[in-house]
């Protein structure tokens, strides 16, 4: 395979993602409108902070009982991005490691060198690519020296 993650990137003009300033009331409004499960969050410099799921408000009304209702809605998106939760990769990343990344997340958030958001790359899009790959070179054989075994890259399954 010759792709760089570039051939598999959804660009950010065609990503839908939130700001980090924008409120819980709004945020989860956006959320409910565009049918939104989990979205990445940007500051205004366009620095990556993380993705939101619709779990995340759940769970910090539960965690929070002492705040009140306007508090909540007040509050910005920014306070409950998980950081940890759908981590980003380089535009530089090895496609071994954006298709290991890919096994774990629904999408991949991708930045550059300077974390700057510059779009995603969805598990669907790398599934559909290898399918095509498979469906191409079903009868392309390699033979592994280290398990002494013949294989088909696209086809083989450990």
Request: aromatic share 14%; with cysteine; hydrophobic share 40%.
């Amino acid at each position: 395979m010759q792709q760089n993650i570039f051939f598999f990137l959804q660009n950010k003009k065609n990503t839908q993602y939130l700001y980090g300033n924008l409120s819980f009331a709004e945020a989860l409004s956006l959320f409910r409108d565009a049918g939104y499960t989990a979205t990445p969050v940007i500051d205004f410099q366009g620095h990556y902070l993380g993705s939101i799921t619709e779990g995340d408000f759940l769970y910090y009304i539960a965690d929070h009982p002492d705040l009140c209702h306007e508090d909540v809605l007040e509050l910005e998106i920014s306070e409950i991005v998980r950081k940890d939760f759908m981590p980003a990769v380089s535009s530089s990343v090895s496609m071994n490691e954006l298709f290991q990344q890919s096994l774990e997340q629904n999408y991949v958030p991708v930045v550059d060198d300077r974390n700057i958001f510059i779009g995603i790359v969805t598990r669907k899009t790398i599934i559909s690519y290898l399918m095509k790959e498979a469906s191409l070179h079903k009868d392309n054989y390699f033979y592994n020296q280290e398990t002494k075994e013949t294989i088909n890259p696209f086809l083989h399954v450990r």
